[in-house]
């Protein structure tokens, strides 16, 4: 069991970790049932997999319940859901004391984030993550959002849950790609500043995508850890710590865009591809050894993730895709910051760097 707390002054809240939380969370979430009521929301999968857990432990707490169920996958962050989440919990008189339960992956947590972010200008919400890149990533930090045609995220707000339940044990019933595409997530901690977690990665990483229970809460401990700390000095991204945290994404938002935000890559597996990207861009530019570079693509290929533009399921030109970097949220003053690397685990966000350059070493990787 271990909690963590992610401290941002009175938008401070714990980060619970514990196998089986969910059979309890009747008894853990109590305290934020202020009128003896949830209102719950999910996809399709999760109802079928995990939501009896909850249920019953909140049905054995004497907590009443109300629940949505949505379609899964990553075009459920759309206007249409969003309407559909706000017009279901205005429907149930949720009011602003009251507490919403956000249970499924990134997409479910990203989506009712935002729609407890703008319901009465805000009511409470409870994320309850049951993929490995919501535990390790999406469910800690408060960015909410929803994509649009223009892109990823690209509308949102920073909403702070007041409080994350994490069961590892819910990932018993999460296929083996989704585990992947969550590994990805836990692989960027050590490689933003991390070295020491990057070989614990190499030698543990096979045992964590099997499923392994110890290599799997250290993973989502040390990952947790990792968020609340940079989350804790940078809430809104504005110093640069927490862009840190986009490592590999200004490629990976590119690719899933190009992939149409659907099934064909996830988003997990994007920031597999984006993070060797890259390193191979850093080698490119001489700031980090060819060797970390290398390291890094071999570690994602070992576990069966994307580490270039061909395994991305990508075949476009390198302005093409710039083209969808120029929606990148980093972006300032018409330039777009970039997370590059020293090596592993010394990334840093280099403010000059020149798109030309990333769109020809874009094209030089499409022969790979
Ligand atoms: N807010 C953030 O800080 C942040 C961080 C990282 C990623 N994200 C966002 O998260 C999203 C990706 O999240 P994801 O990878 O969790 O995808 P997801 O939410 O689509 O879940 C992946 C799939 O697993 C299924 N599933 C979830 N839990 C399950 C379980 N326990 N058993 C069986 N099936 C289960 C879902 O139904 C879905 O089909 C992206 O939209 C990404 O942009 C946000
Ligand atoms: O929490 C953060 O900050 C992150 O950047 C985490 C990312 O893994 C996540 O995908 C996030 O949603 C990306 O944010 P965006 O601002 O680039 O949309
Ligand atoms: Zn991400």
Redesign the pocket.
Known sequence: MTDVRVALGERSYDVHVEAGALDRAGELLKPFAKRGRFVVVT????A???WPRLSASLDATGIAHAIEILP???S??SWANLARVTDRLLEEGVERSDTVIAL???????LV?FAASMLKRGCNFVQV??????QV?????????I?TKAG??LIGAFYQPVHVLIDPT??????RR?VG??YA?VVKYGLIDDPAFFDWCEVNGPALLDGEAQAREHAIATSVAAKARIVGEDERETSGTRAL?NLGHTFGHAL?AETGFSDVL???EA?AAGMALAFRFSASLGLCPAADADRVTAHLRAAQLPATLREAHVDTTGAALVAHMLHDKKMEGGRLPFLLARGIGQTFLDKQVDLGAVERFLDSERAL
């Open positions: 996809d399709e999968n999760v079928r997999d995990q899964a996958g990553e459920t962050k499924g992956g990134g997409v479910i947590g990203d984030g993550p049951t993929t490995l890149l919501a990533d999406s469910s800690v930090g408060g960015k909410t959002a994509n990823k995220n819910t990932l018993d019933t999460l296929g989704e595409a969550g997530e945290l899933e996830l988003h997990g920031v």
